[in-house]
T-cell receptor
């Protein structure tokens, strides 16, 4: 089964609204990363948060990490049509070295 | 800088045929990865190479072999393709080390269909 599971599987919002995606995982991690994938393209890194961090910001992105609940959330504020994409969380497991385990992703559609 | 490049972009094979997917990076990264992406499954790690001269199995290595030709290049070979290997294949690279966690950079992918 997947280490990281995103929720919801799909999200549809209006331009200007905020989008929140959640990721839950099962085993101890050393870092958690979020990636974006536009249709038919490769993944692009958005943000990395280490296990000893609780919150990080990057532009319109805000990521939180709660290691006690084994969960993370990605908030995109003031969404734009160009934010339409699939979003994946990827966990770096403590026993897995520098490899990542990806979740199945959340499909975000921003309607203009 | 080209980043991570993959060839070919598309490929159709018949069951039993072999082929090699090529990947190269120009960012001087030590670690390289091969993933496959299937609908609704996210990305699954096939093989990875922590450094030049080393390779290790990932989550789904069966039916594949890899070669880390040098620091820049990491190839994935299908010796006898099967329909179950129909997928999109992504190569990625990163700078990694003990206690060092960095983002992975991805190539554009290879869409492989096995008939």
């Amino acid at each position: 089964s997947q280490q990281g599971e995103e929720d919801p599987q799909a999200l549809s919002i209006q331009e200007g609204e905020n989008a929140t995606m959640n990721c839950s995982y099962k085993t101890s991690i050393n870092n958690l990363q979020w990636y974006r994938q536009n249709s038919g393209r490769g993944l692009v890194h958005l943000i990395l948060i280490r296990s000893n961090e609780r919150e990080k910001h990057s532009g319109r992105l805000r990521v939180t990490l709660d290691t006690s609940k084994k969960s993370s959330s990605l908030l995109i504020t003031a969404s734009r049509a160009a934010d339409t994409a699939s979003y994946f969380c990827a966990t770096g497991l403590v026993e897995y070295g520098n490899k990542l385990v990806f979740g199945a992703g959340t499909i975000l559609r921003v309607k203009s | 800088n080209a980043g991570v490049t993959q060839t070919p972009k598309f490929q159709v094979l018949k069951t039993g045929q072999s082929m090699t997917l090529q990947c190269a990076q120009d960012m001087n990264h030590n670690s390289m990865y091969w993933y496959r992406q299937d609908p609704g499954m996210g990305l699954r790690l096939i093989y990875y190479s922590a450094s030049e001269g080393t390779t290790d199995k990932g989550e789904v290595p069966n039916g594949y072999n890899v070669s880390r030709l040098n620091k820049r290049e990491f190839s994935l070979r299908l010796e006898s393709a099967a329909p179950s290997q129909t997928s999109v294949y992504f190569c990625a690279s990163s700078y990694s080390g003990s206690g060092v966690y960095n983002e992975q950079f991805f190539g554009p992918g290879t869409r492989l269909t096995v008939l």
